[in-house]
């Protein structure tokens, strides 16, 4: 088993980051993202690990609120995205990949493009 983790920090007026998966396939690992402050949030997509269903759903997001020091542990699978924050926001992504994965570090897989909201 491995693991690495990246501290990721979002400044105030950034872009809703592409949806992704951090793995090419849900079987390779885990995801973990440790809020290291309050205002925390991810948007996912429930069920993206499992079917293509939610293509059909043109807001297939929820969005999670992730309290300071509390995580969220999900497959690598699972589409999800950043947000765009009104405040500086820092967080500790962290990925726990099974044997035979093949994971590159600082990679995203099944991205789309960036989508820019007004405020």
């Given at each position: 088993?491995r ?18 998966t ?59 995205r ?5 405040d500086i ?31």
């Amino acid at each position: 088993m491995r693991r690495d983790a990246v501290l990721l920090v979002s400044l105030p007026g950034n872009e809703v980051q592409s949806h992704h998966t951090d793995q090419k396939c849900r079987n390779d690992g885990l995801s973990v993202i440790y809020a290291l402050q309050d205002n925390t949030c991810l948007d996912v997509v429930i069920g993206s690990h499992v079917s293509d269903v939610w293509r059909s759903n043109p807001q297939p997001f929820t969005r999670v609120h992730i309290p300071r020091n509390h995580y969220i542990l999900f497959s690598s699978g699972l589409y999800h995205r950043g947000i765009n924050c009104d405040d500086i926001n820092a967080r500790v992504h962290m990925y726990v990949e099974f044997f035979g994965s093949h994971r590159t570090p600082g990679f995203v897989f099944n991205k789309e493009v960036s989508v820019r909201t007004k405020r």
